[in-house]
């Protein structure tokens, strides 16, 4: 078993929209976690008004965070594009035995974290990326699907409801932008160009036409229910598909890294996220649809949160469920590490019936 350290948790990142989410919740339900991040000021002002330890550090080098995470269980890693901060992150967690949390939604994330199973066995530490609304929700409905037909050759996962988006996560799709989007059809991920497959949804007499996007279940929920074909489906304005059909030849320019970070600057300046109002009265709707090879279905649907206070709660949740009772070592999903039902112990969920 691996000794306890000094310190229970870091939450890093903790400055960022999500991340501040994050702190404030914990300090109201009497957790101390260590807020860190890159930006020194931005972290100090932050633990001081929740009255804090703090840290300041970035992600250049392994060896320098691998140091710090010596003091620490587990982190809590929040600080996006993900795909450019997991590889030192997670590594370092790898190299100091630390517990390896993070709320990414990016599909290259979570395929190198996947591929860190057999290092973090080794190392004795848990690693369980996506324990925000990406991907808790979808991926917990979809593990009470294939619980209910385990003959399920077929899923598509469906959310609607979503009440916008913060900088980071627009950073992340942004840097995703020119690797289109994907499904998973015999077992494997295949590429298909972005709002090129869509469905019509019906909700409470209204009608909206859904677009496959590259959410992180498309990988996750193999590795959850063994299902080999999965698309991943939300709304998106016209006016948003629009835009994006007509510049997806464009989104090769984003291959550029002058270009993109160009491009994600100017995202961090205009995109806040949103209010808290919003945050506070949104609701989100999630559906897993699964069909067998005699064309049986069934539906399994959650009605919860707006999906960053989503997230505040069951990150937070996955820490301490982690704290009390360890899961063993290696990569785990969120319903593979806590069950199908986690996602119901966050509070205002429940399974509701399709209408």
């Not at 594009?81 to 599909?107: H, R, W």
Request: one cysteine or more; glycine letters at 8%; proline letters at 4%.
């Amino acid at each position: 078993m691996k000794q306890k350290k000094k310190n229970h948790w870091l939450l890093y990142g903790a400055t960022g929209y999500t991340g501040n989410l994050i702190a404030r919740l914990a300090k109201e339900r009497a957790e101390s976690p260590v807020l860190a991040g890159r930006n020194s000021q931005k972290v100090k002002q932050l633990a001081e008004e929740l009255g804090l330890e703090w840290l300041s550090f970035d992600l250049s080098s392994v060896d320098e965070v691998a140091k710090i995470l010596n003091n620490f269980d587990t982190v809590l890693h929040c600080a996006g594009p993900f795909v450019e901060t997991v590889e030192v992150m997670a590594q370092a967690c790898i190299k100091s035995s630390t517990n390896y949390l993070d709320i990414t939604g990016e599909i290259p994330v979570f395929e190198y974290l996947h591929k860190l199973d057999s290092e973090a066995k080794k190392a004795g530490i848990t690693i369980l990326p996506g324990v925000g609304f990406d991907i808790v929700p979808t991926d917990c409905a979809a593990a009470m699907a294939k619980a209910e037909m385990k003959d399920a050759i077929e899923m598509d996962l469906l959310f609607v409801g979503f009440g916008g988006v913060s900088a980071g996560t627009a950073k992340s799709a942004i840097a995703q932008a020119p690797m289109g989007s994907f499904i998973r059809e015999n077992g494997e991920l295949k590429k298909v160009p972005q709002f090129s497959i869509s469905k019509d949804f019906h909700l409470e007499g209204k009608s909206m036409k859904l677009f496959a996007l590259p959410w992180g279940d498309v990988y996750t929920s193999y590795l959850s229910t063994k299902i080999p074909n999965i698309k991943v489906f939300t709304f998106f304005p016209e006016n948003v598909v629009k835009l994006g059909k007509f510049t997806q030849p464009t989104s090769l320019l984003l291959k550029n890294k002058i270009l993109l970070k160009l491009a994600q600057s100017m995202i961090g300046t205009f995109v806040k996220g949103p209010t808290k109002e919003v945050r506070e009265q949104g609701r989100t709707l999630v559906q897993a649809r699964v069909r067998n090879a005699r064309s049986q279905e069934i539906l399994v649907q959650i009605d919860t949160l707006e999906g960053y206070r989503f997230t505040s709660e069951s990150a937070l949740l996955a820490v301490q469920k982690l704290a009390r009772k360890p899961i063993g070592s290696g990569f785990f999903t969120p319903s593979l590490a806590f069950g199908k039902n986690f996602v119901l112990e966050i509070q205002g969920t429940k399974r509701s019936n399709s209408k």
